[in-house]
């Protein structure tokens, strides 16, 4: 058997010419939607995520202010800076990459940013909200794997799903949007023993652990739903998933590349979240 590769690139493209045209139409309401991505320090891989937000943007036609400060930028000033983001009616959403300088509490930025303008999901009202299946702004990466899922034409419904990796961004939420699809989930993570017994269970297997081509073939059961959400360099400088594409392409029958599956979903979703929140924005504007 050999997968069929699923091209988070070409669903991304069709999502995002959708978007297009519904900023051209909000423009027309006089509804200009604005996102602010704040970003410390210089680790590149961070600096790379951000332009292509930038470029996303550009390219939806999304307003976007890229705010880029030195790692040694004060907690205070950061949460200032993020006050003054709460306040402004042309910012819609607001973006704070991630990871922050170890002086800087994540928990203190995260807690800082107004639900309404958290378009990445990780403030507790959303978060709370997701897991409750209330309305509210869901974690991109999370999001954009879940539409993959749907786009593939492959049921979540009854099938078990095992995801390896227990982060707040991806881990978590993913495992919980599984189960409002109703899926049956299993969390595995860097103490579960015996792994493979386990990934061999799966019929839809998640991967985000950050460990280069972790997932061979004999973890993974035949048919499977392979999604690879890792993004790391291999011992000769490659950038490769979490999951060996070549063996396992031939067991699974759908996987996602790397790159091109995954991340430019993830930042698909945020345009779409940042849409959402400028046509969210103005209707509780009109009511007042
Ligand atoms: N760092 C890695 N992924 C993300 C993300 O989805 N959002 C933010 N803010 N930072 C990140």
């Known amino acids: 058997m050999s997968a069929q590769i699923i091209s988070g690139k070409e669903v991304a493209a069709e999502i995002r010419a959708a978007l297009r045209e519904e900023v051209t139409q909000l423009k027309e309401q006089g509804i200009h939607p604005g996102l602010a991505v704040i970003l410390i320090g210089d680790d590149p891989a961070s600096h790379s995520y951000v332009k292509g937000k930038e470029k996303a943007c550009q390219e939806i036609g999304i307003y976007s202010e890229v705010i880029r400060r030195e790692a040694s930028i004060t907690q205070e000033e950061l949460l200032k800076m993020i006050e003054g983001y709460n306040k402004n009616p042309n910012i819609h959403g607001i973006l ?9 509490s994540e928990k203190a930025v995260i807690d800082a940013i107004s639900p309404e303008k958290d378009v990445d999901g990780f403030t507790p009202v959303n978060v709370g909200n997701m897991l409750i299946g ?28 095992v995801v390896i990796g227990r982060s707040n961004i991806v881990g978590k939420p993913v495992a919980m949007l599984l189960l409002q699809e109703n899926a049956t989930v299993t969390i595995a993570h860097s103490r579960t023993q015996d792994l493979a017994s386990i990934t061999r269970q799966a019929d839809i297997l998640v991967v985000a652990v ?13 048919g499977a739903v392979v999604i690879d959400v890792g993004v790391n360099r291999n011992e000769v400088g490659k950038l490769v998933g979490d999951v060996h594409f070549e063996s396992v392409k031939d067991v699974a029958s759908f996987l996602t590349p790397v790159p091109g599956g995954v991340g430019p979903m993830t930042i698909t979703m945020l345009m779409k979240n940042t849409v959402d929140a400028a046509k969210k924005l103005a209707r509780t504007m009109q009511k007042q």
């Open 134 to 161: 209330d309305e509210c702004y869901l974690p991109c990466t999370p999001h954009g794997i879940i539409e993959l899922i749907k786009r593939s034409g492959r049921e979540m419904e009854g099938k078990h799903a």
């Open 210 to 222: 950050g460990r280069a081509e972790l997932i061979r073939a004999e973890h993974v059961k035949p």
């Open 96 to 104: 704070v990459q991630l990871p922050l300088p170890k002086h800087i």
